[in-house]
């Protein structure tokens, strides 16, 4: 036979079970932090994503695969007018290069990874503009405008300059601590 259960223990219950939940959550977002992930995660992958495009802008392809970025771009078109396509292409890989090399040395010279933190943010300014000036980034579909694969693409670099602001946060405050100690 069933019985009736009484209303307080069952809101009881329930409080104790959202309290656990609760706790939980916060655990883990604590554990989360104790082992800086959110740092580790952003700074390796913005490492390797700056290494890797860097590396492949001085590759013939890479530098063609940015022309129609760059030449529609005020910020930056006058760059391959100045030094060509190649050239260009390879001073842009070599700066993203830079950055890489100096947020790996902010690992233990955090002033450094804050140089690589700015040069990567001004990159990403720069690369984000490039959503409202590259022909066929944005692409309208029954009368509204929706990002294209380029779109999507140029996109990511908004989030990158998200993150390059966070890393500069970090080192900022890295580098504070260091000089307090």
């Known amino acids: ?10 809101h009881i219950s329930s409080a104790n079970l959202a309290k656990t939940t609760k706790s939980s959550l916060i655990n883990l977002a604590e554990w989360i932090t104790n082992r800086n992930i959110p ?11 700056l290494l890797w495009a860097g590396s492949y802008k001085m590759t013939n392809p890479g530098a063609e695969g940015i022309v129609p970025l760059v030449s529609n771009s005020p910020l930056i078109s006058w760059h391959f ?8 292409s390879d001073l842009i890989g070599l700066t993203e290069i830079t950055a890489a090399v ?9 002033k450094a990874g804050i140089i690589g933190g700015f ?17 066929g980034a944005i692409t309208p579909v029954n009368g509204i405008g929706y990002m294209s694969f380029l779109g999507l693409f140029l996109f990511k670099d908004i989030i ?4 390059a602001f966070y890393l500069i ?13």
């Open 1 to 10: 036979m069933k019985t009736l259960s009484n209303p307080t223990q069952e």
């Open 39 to 49: 740092f580790l995660i952003t700074s390796i992958g913005m490492i390797v994503m």
């Open 81 to 88: 007018k100045l030094f060509g396509t190649y050239v260009g």
């Open 102 to 110: 100096l947020l790996i040395a902010g690992y233990f010279k955090p």
């Open 119 to 135: 040069i990567a943010m001004l990159m990403f300014f720069v690369t984000s503009t490039m959503v409202i000036t590259t022909p």
């Open 160 to 163: 990158s300059l998200g993150v």
């Open 169 to 181: 946060s970090y080192f900022g405050k890295k580098s504070n601590s260091v000089r307090e100690s």
